[in-house]
């Protein structure tokens, strides 16, 4: 403790987790660059790069760069669109049957409790890229949300993203 201070028992002291890692990310926020669907949609030879499980007619299952929980993915439209009423029947009809596959993947895989299934439409709704919609998949597991992503607003994931790939990726061969 800095000579000077005196730590007072009611006040209890301050825990720090570093992740200097994510500064990059948080100072970027806000600046204009190129949708990320759109890139990984593009860059077709690389799609374990890219985390892109499965390629399907009007839509792409890619994992989650900073997932909720392990084995968060996403199902998104080739179509760069901000609006779901925007986009076609099939394209909405295949994006649900991948949802399926995704979930009977992930239950083989991680026997999750549950599963969050849905969308963030606009940046005032939760989305981290609102102008390219896509559908969330996340698997849900009794008290996965602790005190660390409770109070100390951290996740602690146990796998990282190539394992998970790695894992899924066999369950999309449709």
Known sequence: MPRG????PEFPVMEYIWSPWRYKYIASVDEKRACVFCVARDDQGSDRENLVLHRAELNFVILNLFPYTTGHLMIVPYDHSDSLSSINAAVTAEMMELAKVAQKALEA???PH???IGMNLSRSAGAGVADHIHLHVVPRWV?????????GETRVL???LVTTFDRLKGHFKI
Do not use: K, W
């Open 5 to 8: 201070l005196v730590r007072r």
């Open 109 to 111: 895989e991680y026997r």
């Open 114 to 116: 549950g599963f969050n």
């Open 143 to 151: 008290g996965d949300a602790n005190f660390v992503s409770v109070i």
């Open 158 to 160: 146990p796998e990282d």
